[in-house]
């Protein structure tokens, strides 16, 4: 259907084409991109190998044993292929206490990845427990890679032809430490890597991915606990006791989720030193693999720089976020209206958000947290069809048009929502929209199409004159 100029708003047909094919292109980079997870006994050198893949030092080395305990996930990309890759603790087959805690993170890795790569020792040569977890990746059904780590030079390589006792294929001879053979390692894993994940999005039916974040001893540990119904954290009146994010795959509601419970930040990274540097560089990571993100706030004290920092790196990251106010068993009456007004006051920004009060020590009101989540989620994950979004932005724009600028009022063309996860729209105009403008849309749009617990991005697309004449 054609519209005419005289509305003062939409124009013709083309428009919509144009629209449409931005649309299109935006999306196909909105898919979740496939995970490689990395796996292998303590001390193989499998942080290293992920640092040398991202090309950046963010997994925790040491060259004490165990110093990854659990798994974590970072953004990486090779010849311009995105993916996923996990770094885990490391796999023990008869380990007890806190290993055993390890090797089911590494477990659950294996489970959870497009495609594996086992880190063996070469110069160790394949022990009990490589052939018991090669033994395990050959029933998982995934690719499977094998690096002979540690073989610096040639003479190192006939270690590596040794492994193939392991019966995982051929061993790739790298040294994560100085990076030989380990670009060969990752042109053959992007070939076998799908180009779109089969186990991350949701819908491959995996677990919905909650990070719990907050400033240091806010509690994060204690209600995952409570959420798990026993000691999956590190608790302590100490503030930072978690260092690393510790992922648990949880009960809830009749549905599985998997939860990251986070190291608290510091007021600001420069202050943090050492493996506290990089736990709070993980904790972004954790944000950035999150697909709805808690954030923690003490309700007994007063709101913090910290509290709004946390808050702006979830929007920034574009995840869905519900406002968990922990301790309201210390709140008393007082705190309450004092509390009401710093929520009006410093929190206006998040006010799309759903807030739920509760005690992890108490276990008061933790049953209100998962529709909290479902309701954020599903928010995050709507999509408008494009003819009811055109629709809706042009009965608004009759009632309160754009404002003028430069001695022109801007039309809005076209608008299609390009993406969700978060709901993304672009809307394409003949002229510049202000930023109150744009805050005014989308509070029209939370108005009328719900979207709690998730942001909205609003981007102008202005359109080009077509020819210029002077």
């Known amino acids: 259907m054609s519209t005419t100029e005289s509305d003062g708003t939409w124009s013709d047909e083309s428009d919509w084409e144009i629209g449409e094919a931005v649309a299109e292109a935006i999306e196909e980079v909105t898919s979740p991109p496939p995970v490689l997870a990395v796996v292998g006994r303590p001390n193989v ?6 640092n040398r893949i991202l090309g950046r030092r963010e997994a925790v080395v040491q060259d004490v044993p165990g110093v990854t305990r659990d798994r974590v996930s970072y953004d990486a990309n090779w010849l311009g292929r995105r993916f996923i ?23 659950v890795a294996m489970r959870s990845a497009d495609a594996i790569v086992l880190v063996v020792d ?33 003479r190192g390589e006939a270690d590596a032809a040794a492994l193939w006792s392991l019966g995982v294929g051929e061993p790739h001879p790298i040294s ?92 600001k990274v420069g202050q943090a030193s050492g493996h506290e540097f990089y736990a709070s560089v993980r904790t972004h990571g954790a944000i950035d693999a999150a697909e709805v993100v808690m954030v923690l706030i003490d309700a007994s004290q007063p709101l913090t720089e910290q509290d709004q920092r946390v808050l702006s790196m979830v929007i920034e990251a574009g995840r869905a976020l519900v406002l968990v106010f922990n301790k309201w068993d210390l709140v008393d009456e007082d705190r309450r ?39 954020a989620l599903t928010s995050w994950d709507t999509r408008i069809p494009t003819g009811r979004l055109n629709t809706f932005l042009k009965e608004v724009v009759a009632a309160t048009p754009p404002p003028v600028r430069g001695g022109k009022q801007p039309r809005i063309l076209f608008a299609t929502q390009a993406a969700s996860r978060p709901p993304t729209f672009v809307l394409f105009t003949t002229g510049f929209l202000e930023a109150g403008y744009r805050r005014f849309l989308e509070r029209r749009l939370r108005e009328t199409f719900g979207f709690e617990g998730s942001p909205i991005r609003i981007n102008v697309r202005v359109r080009e004159k077509r020819s210029a004449k002077r």
């Open 45 to 50: 050198g499998k942080s290293t190998l992920v």
């Open 85 to 107: 890759v996990q770094d885990t603790g490391g796999w023990e087959p008869d380990a007890k206490g806190l290993q055993q805690l390890v090797a089911d993170q590494a477990t």
């Open 122 to 154: 070469a110069v160790v040569g394949a022990t009990s427990a490589d052939e018991a977890a090669a033994r395990l990746l050959r029933k998982s059904g995934k690719p499977v890679f094998l690096a002979a780590n540690k073989v610096d030079t040639e």
């Open 176 to 267: 994560a430490m100085h990076g030989r053979g380990v670009a060969d390692l990752l042109d053959q894993v992007i070939a076998k890597l799908p180009e779109v994940s089969e186990v991350a999005g949701v819908g491959g039916g995996g677990p919905r991915r909650v990070a719990l974040v907050g400033k240091p001893n806010v509690g994060k540990s204690s209600l995952l606990n409570r959420l798990a119904g026993d000691e999956r954290s590190v608790v302590h009146d100490v503030a930072g006791t978690t260092v690393d994010p510790v992922d648990s795959l949880i009960e809830l509601g009749g549905k599985t989720w998997r939860f990251v419970d986070t190291a608290g930040l510091r007021r």
């Open 337 to 375: 209206y004092v509390l009401g007004r710093e929520i009006d006051l410093e929190l206006a920004q998040v006010q799309w958000a759903p807030r739920v009060n509760i005690s992890a020590k108490t276990g008061r009101a933790v049953q209100k947290l998962v529709p909290a989540l479902e309701t």
